[in-house]
């Protein structure tokens, strides 16, 4: 029997729907999937940047690539919300359906091809922007079986505070990385400096498993992040909108050596998880 490493992500509302098999808008999912290009002959949506005259410009987030990339063996589901409303995904049954989709994947060979069996593996919870509506109330449900969790600049992470300090408290082998964004700075900072304190750690430095970045303000000036400097190249009146550093939340990362290669927040947080 195979153990299989599994990263649900919670995507913000989307449109409602009535049944799974009715048409719809793939769009939403290409654009977390896919990754953007620097070429200027594209359109301003498939590019990694914002071309000055679209002022909201939803970037590519190369979860695909980012997973690749990280070396991991990883199962990432997507729970597609109707509305704002994720149903049983949730719930305290989530362990339940991802044990089933993987063994739907496994029946149709996608995964653990070769093995006797699969088994749900290391648990990992992630979510964007409203994508926070389904991914704390679901740490809340999966708080004994959740192992990693990746909120990027996500709605209710104040609120969930208390729960998300109990979870990284009680799982000292657990994995927090927050990405503060423009609307969860705050939040994530009082987060992480709540679990050093409950952990006796008094040093400045980072605890190396419960992480938040940006770390202040100053993360968003010209020279301290050269992908967001990328990002609003062509139009520096971006920089500290709030709305475009939110974007940035799920799409951004490091500057790896040598460059140019970039990371993106994902890909990171994955190379630095304990998934194998």
């Known amino acids: 029997m195979s153990s299989i490493a599994t990263l649900v992500f919670f995507r913000p509302a989307s449109y409602p729907y009535t049944a799974v098999n009715q048409p719809h808008q793939m769009s939403a999912l290409a654009r977390y999937l896919l990754a953007p290009k620097s070429d200027l002959s594209v359109p301003y949506w498939e590019r990694d940047y914002i071309d000055g005259t679209q002022r909201y410009n939803l970037i590519r987030c190369s979860f695909e690539k980012s997973l690749v990339e990280s070396k991991k063996a990883v199962v990432m589901i997507h729970p597609w919300p109707s509305g704002a409303q994720f149903g049983e995904a949730i719930n305290p ?5 991802l044990k089933a989709a993987l063994h739907l994947l496994w029946a149709e060979q996608r995964i653990g091809r070769g093995v006797s069996q699969v088994r749900l593996g290391r648990l990992g919870l992630s979510g964007f922007s409203r994508g ?10 999966t708080i004994q079986r959740t192992d990693e969790v990746y909120g990027f600049d996500a709605t209710g992470t104040a609120d969930y505070a208390g729960t998300i300090v109990q979870w990284a408290m009680s799982r000292p082998e657990s994995r927090l990385r927050l990405v503060g964004g423009a609307y969860r700075m705050v939040a994530n900072e009082s987060i992480v400096r709540t679990v050093k304190q409950m952990a006796g750690i008094t040093s400045p430095d980072p605890l190396p498993r419960v992480t938040t970045v940006p770390l202040t303000e100053d993360g ?19 920089r500290f909108d709030d709305d475009t550093r939110h974007q940035f939340a799920i799409f951004g990362g490091y ?3 040598p460059p140019p290669i970039l990371t993106t927040f994902l890909e990171r947080f994955l190379r630095d998880s304990l998934y194998v």
């Open 93 to 97: 049954g989530l362990p339940g359906l």
């Open 255 to 257: 500057r790896t050596f």
């Open 132 to 141: 926070g509506d389904g991914l704390w109330p679901a740490l809340q449900s």
């Open 220 to 238: 968003w000036k010209q020279g301290d992040n050269p992908y967001w400097d990328h990002v609003v190249k062509e139009a520096p009146d971006m």
